[in-house]
């Protein structure tokens, strides 16, 4: 049992040092996307990505190094997942026909979790049968043919938003955080972003108490859990590539209602069927809330700081340790059931008062998450 334990510590120690280096290095790495722009950004990435795997691999190797190389790469990880999180959304957008932003950001999705699903699948498979050695030679693999595709030539040929030439990083950098100061719909997504973080985000970390404690399942209805999130987050994004021309912004905090009110649908619920639909709805509503969020903080500034804009976003996913950490001890104190009741709870109440918030209304109405000409022309 203190080992088990041991294992649940360490696992969640290597993800908040995934995550962490988000709130330090993305607004180096907005900055440096409205610069050189994203796709180059992006395969550059991809490089830094199979040298990191391949150091991994080496470690492997070497008996006693692979623990100490694992924690590392977690640190160097989590600071390309940044430049990856802030280029990505900006380069599905710049490349997709005018008019669908969102719904392109929402396929790219679609693919990114299908792709997560069969490659730690895969991952996981290599892992038992080969170990480690051959697992992360072939992550070193697939990380280069992505840089080499991205530095093709028909990426190049993607345009991107004009930029001043005196825009040097430092700069850009200290613009990228005032744009949080300065710009209101950017401050009010940021806020979002954050309390879904939190509130929302983080219970997949109360997950497995859940099925153990709430409602008697063991480790094939915990995968059933999952699953049912997965699920809802797929069709929230298929929802999105069907209607998300017909939204505006307002739809942004209206997702944010809908997924603490699942979540407290799924706090209260002892029945399996229940709880899986819920799970469903709050996987759909957050999936919403991600690819929202990435297209309505581009629309929301001009072409030149769309870089920034998604590090101003890439900072907000730093915050999610905070959620697991809070979360985590809430539940020690009063239950799980009740803290993920108070959590879900608070992210619907605060979703309905930012929903009839005049100012908020104001703010988002007319501000759709689709392009209608030129990649992020719209002035904040």
């Known amino acids: 049992m203190v080992a088990a334990s041991r294992s649940a510590v360490d696992v969640g120690l290597l993800f908040a040092l995934r995550l962490a280096p988000l709130i330090v290095v993305g607004p180096v790495a907005g900055a440096m996307a409205d610069r ?6 992006l395969a550059w990435t991809n490089v830094l990505s199979f040298a990191t795997y391949g150091v991994l691999a080496a470690a492997a190797v070497v008996p006693g190094m692979i623990l100490p190389a694992i924690w590392v790469s977690m640190v160097v990880l989590g600071g390309l997942d940044a430049f990856r999180l802030a280029t990505t959304g900006m380069l599905v957008t710049d490349a997709a026909p005018a008019t669908t932003g969102s ?13 997560a699903g069969v490659g730690g699948l895969g991952f996981g498979l290599i892992l038992a049968w080969h170990g480690p050695i051959l697992a992360f030679a072939i992550a070193a693999a697939l990380a280069a043919i992505s840089a080499v595709l991205l530095l093709g030539p ?18 850009a950098i200290r613009d990228g955080l005032g744009l949080i100061a300065r710009n209101r719909r950017v401050r009010l997504l940021a806020g979002v972003a954050i309390v879904a973080e939190i509130l929302g985000f983080s219970n997949d970390g109360l997950l497995p108490v859940f099925a153990q404690q709430v409602l008697g399942l063991g480790p094939s209805g915990l995968g059933l859990l999952y699953l049912a999130v997965r699920i809802g987050s797929l069709l929230g994004l298929t929802a999105l590539v069907r209607f998300g021309g017909r939204l505006d912004g307002r739809a942004i905090v209206a997702m944010l209602a809908v997924f603490g009110l699942a979540l407290v649908g799924f706090a209260t619920s002892t029945w399996v069927a229940a709880s899986l639909t819920m799970l469903a709805i709050a996987g759909s509503a957050a999936a919403c809330i991600d690819v929202l969020e990435q297209s309505l903080m ?3 500034v001009s072409g030149a700081e769309r ?4 590090g101003v976003w890439t900072i907000c996913l730093g915050f999610g ?29 605060i979703g309905v008062g ?7 209304s ?8 689709e392009r209608v000409a030129s990649p992020g022309l719209q002035p904040p």
């Open 362 to 369: 104001d703010d988002l109405r007319g501000v759709r998450p």
């Open 307 to 310: 870089g920034r804009a998604m």
């Open 103 to 115: 719904s392109a950001i929402a396929i790219s999705q679609v693919a990114a979790r299908i792709g």
């Open 321 to 349: 340790p905070v959620g697991f950490i809070a979360l985590g001890f809430l539940a020690s104190v009063v239950g799980v059931a009740t803290a993920q009741l108070l959590a879900g709870g608070a992210m619907a109440l």
């Open 298 to 300: 581009q629309r929301s």
């Open 354 to 360: 930012l929903a009839l918030w005049p100012g908020v």
């Open 36 to 41: 050189s722009g994203p796709g180059r950004l």
């Open 154 to 171: 028909s990426l190049a040929a993607i345009p991107v938003a004009p930029r001043p030439p005196d825009d040097r990083l430092r700069g």
